[in-house]
C-alpha cells in the first residue's frame, strides 16, 4: 500500500475523562507561590483570575477527570481529529519507519486550540462570568477563544503581540468575526502597556507583556476573568484527549510509538499528544521516546534554566517553577510565533528534569524545508510552529533509514498553515533567515530571575 492511510473514530470514542499526570508523576510538582510573599498560592488568591472550576484543576491530583456534556457536545463537532499514516512521506524518504501524524489542523480555528478554549469558556460561563481577557502571539489562541466566547455568549478580549496585529491583519478579523475586540500590545488600556511605551514607544510586544495587560484588565472587574492558551496544568490536562484519542487510534492500527514528537512554544500540544502515552510508561507500560521541539532562537528547554520565574513581563502572574530565558527575555522575530514565549509549562519542564524528554532546538529554515516536503506528500501545509515537529519526524524517520531499522514515530500536526502563507512566501522568495538568540540577552534576562528560596 502507497496512499496515505487515516484511521478514524467514531464521535463516542471522544474520551469522556481527560487524563491528569500529576497522578503518575514519581514526585509532586513543585509548588505555585504567590509573587510577593513567596508562599505557595491559596486558590483564593487565584480567584480574581480564573474560575474556581479552572483552580481546582489546576492544583488537582486525581488520574482522570470528566469532560463537562456541553463540552463535548462541542468537541463532537471536528473530534475525534483523524490519525493519519503518512505512506506517501515514507515513499518519498524511502525510510523503512512508520510515520503517523494526528491532526489537529481540523478544528474550527485550525489548531489544537480550541480543546482548552472550549473548556476555560464553559467554567467562565457556569460561573456566571460575561468577559475574558487574554492575550495571543501569533493569533491562533485568540482565534480560539472567540469562537469559544461565541459559542458560550461571553465578551472576548484579545491583547495581540503588536508584530503579529500588524504582520497579521487576518487574524484580527478573524477574531472579530466573532464578536471579539482584539487589541494591539502594548496598548495604552493597561498600566502595564503605558509603562512599557513610556520606555520603548516603538516597542513591538511580547507574550510576556500581553499577559500583564489581559491580567490587569481582568483583575479590575468582578465580571471579567483571564485565560491563559498554553503552560498552566489545566491547560494540559484539556489537551489530552490528542494522545487519548491517538491511542485509541493505535490500536485500530494494531501499531505502538515508539517516539511521539511535538512543537513546544508553552508546551500544550506537546503535553496533549504526550502525556496518556507517557502516563502509560510511568504505571509500568511501554517504555517510548519523546521529542520536544522548540525554535532555536527561543530555546527556553534546551538553554534555559529550571527555577522559578513570573509568567509575565510586569510581574503581576504568580511564579511557577519552569525552564524560562527570564521573563524579560524578547525573542527575535521568528516566524513560528506560537512559539514565541520565555518560559515553558511547568509539567513540561518537570518532566523534562526528570529526564523522560529529550528536547531539541531547530533554526526555522530547516523547518520550513520539512514543511514543504510534507505539503507534498500530504497535501497540508502545516503551521509554521507544526513544522518543527515535522522536521524532528523527517529527521528520525531518515535515522531508521540510515540504520535500517523500522520505529513508528508519531507527531502532533497541532495546525494547519492556511492563515500563514506570508511566511511561506517570505520561505519562498528565499528571504527567510535563521535567527540566533543573543547569549548576551538570555544571560541579563536570566539575571532577573527572582530570588526564591
Ligand atoms: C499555540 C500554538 C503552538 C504553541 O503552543 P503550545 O502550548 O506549545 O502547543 C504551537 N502550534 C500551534 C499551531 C499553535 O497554535
Not at 477527570?65 to 463537532?77: A, F, H, K, L, N
Not at 478554549?117 to 460561563?125: E, G, H, M, T
Amino acid at each position: 500500500m502507497t496512499d496515505s492511510v487515516k484511521y478514524v473514530l467514531d464521535e463516542r470514542d471522544i474520551p469522556r475523562h481527560w487524563y491528569n499526570i500529576v497522578a503518575d508523576l514519581p514526585v509532586p510538582p513543585p509548588p505555585v507561590l504567590h509573587p510577593g510573599t513567596h508562599q505557595p498560592v491559596t486558590p483564593d488568591d487565584l480567584a480574581p483570575i480564573f474560575p474556581m472550576a479552572v483552580i481546582e484543576q489546576e492544583v488537582s491530583r486525581e488520574r482522570e477527570i470528566e469532560i463537562p456534556g456541553p463540552v463535548r457536545d462541542i468537541y463532537r463537532q471536528w473530534r475525534p481529529s483523524p490519525l493519519y499514516r503518512a505512506r506517501r512521506l515514507e515513499k518519498m524518504l524511502d525510510t523503512p519507519a512508520r510515520i503517523y501524524y494526528k491532526y489537529e489542523g481540523v478544528s474550527p480555528a485550525g489548531s489544537h486550540k480550541p480543546n482548552t478554549a472550549i473548556a476555560q469558556a464553559f467554567y467562565n460561563k457556569q460561573e456566571g462570568i460575561k468577559r475574558i481577557t487574554t492575550e495571543t502571539g501569533a493569533g491562533q489562541w485568540g482565534s480560539a477563544l472567540s469562537i469559544a466566547g461565541a459559542f458560550f455568549g461571553l465578551e472576548i478580549e484579545v491583547f495581540m503581540v503588536k508584530v503579529s496585529f500588524q504582520q497579521k491583519p487576518y487574524r484580527r478579523s478573524f477574531m472579530e468575526t466573532f464578536g471579539a475586540t482584539c487589541i494591539a500590545s502594548p496598548s495604552d488600556l493597561t498600566a502595564a502597556g503605558r509603562a512599557v511605551l513610556a520606555e520603548h514607544p516603538d516597542s513591538t510586544g511580547s507574550l510576556g507583556i500581553a499577559i500583564s495587560e489581559a491580567v490587569e484588565r481582568a483583575v479590575q472587574r468582578d465580571d471579567t476573568k483571564y485565560a491563559l492558551g498554553s503552560v498552566l496544568n489545566h491547560v494540559m490536562l484539556h489537551q489530552t484527549v490528542i494522545g487519548l484519542e491517538a491511542m485509541k487510534q493505535f490500536d485500530l492500527a494494531g501499531d505502538y510509538p515508539d517516539v511521539v514528537i511535538a512543537p513546544t512554544g508553552g508546551g500544550s500540544n506537546f503535553a496533549g499528544i504526550t502525556f496518556p502515552f507517557l502516563g502509560e510508561q510511568l504505571r509500568g507500560g511501554r517504555k517510548i521516546e519523546l521529542i520536544a521541539v522548540e525554535p532555536s532562537a527561543c530555546p527556553s528547554l534546551t538553554r534555559g534554566r529550571y527555577a522559578y520565574d513570573f509568567g509575565d513581563t510586569a510581574h503581576l502572574t504568580p511564579l511557577v517553577k519552569m525552564h524560562t530565558l527570564g521573563s524579560t527575555y524578547m525573542p527575535p522575530g521568528f516566524h513560528a510565533g506560537g512559539l514565541r514565549y520565555h518560559g515553558m509549562a511547568p509539567l513540561v519542564s518537570q518532566v523534562t528534569d526528570l529526564g523522560l524528554v529529550n528536547p531539541r532546538a531547530y533554526q526555522q529554515v530547516q523547518c520550513f524545508e520539512a514543511g514543504l516536503q510534507f505539503a507534498k506528500a500530504e497535501g497540508i501545509i502545516p503551521a509554521p510552529e507544526a513544522n518543527h515537529g515535522v522536521r524532528a519526524a523527517i529527521d528520525e524517520a531518515l535515522r531508521c533509514k540510515e540504520e535500517g531499522v523500522s520505529r513508528a514515530i508519531l507527531f502532533n500536526l497541532c495546525g494547519h498553515g492556511n492563515f500563514d502563507m506570508q511566511a511561506y512566501r517570505d520561505y519562498l522568495d528565499g528571504k527567510l533567515m535563521d535567527l540566533e538568540y543573543d547569549d548576551g540577552e538570555i544571560a541579563m534576562a536570566l539575571a532577573g530571575l527572582p530570588s526564591v528560596a
